[in-house]
């Protein structure tokens, strides 16, 4: 289990690298000012949709050092209480 949630976090890093660089490439592709400008006038839903998710990486970078160090606490009490709670799937 725990290397499932460590490659979920590797996979979230990689995705938010991805979009990075995709903004990078965007903004390069279409000039600084032209995005600058459309920014502005998107209203802050439709900005916040381009952002993404927003990710925290200092905190990813914490989770990963506790998980590879074995320190990583796991509650599966509150798991299984929240999975309950959200009517998942078991």
Known sequence: MINSVGQGI???IGANSLR?????RGAAATG???SAAASTS?????????????VDL?????????IASGN?????????????????PA
């Open 58 to 66: 200092d905190r990813i970078a914490q989770i990963k050092a506790a």
């Open 10 to 12: 590797s996979s979230a």
């Open 20 to 24: 990075e660089s995709g903004k990078a």
């Open 42 to 54: 998107a209203s802050p839903a439709a900005r916040m949709a381009a952002e993404g998710a927003p």
């Open 32 to 34: 600084s000012s032209v």
């Open 72 to 88: 990583y606490p796991v509650d599966p009490d509150a798991i299984a209480e929240r999975m309950i709670a959200l009517d998942l």
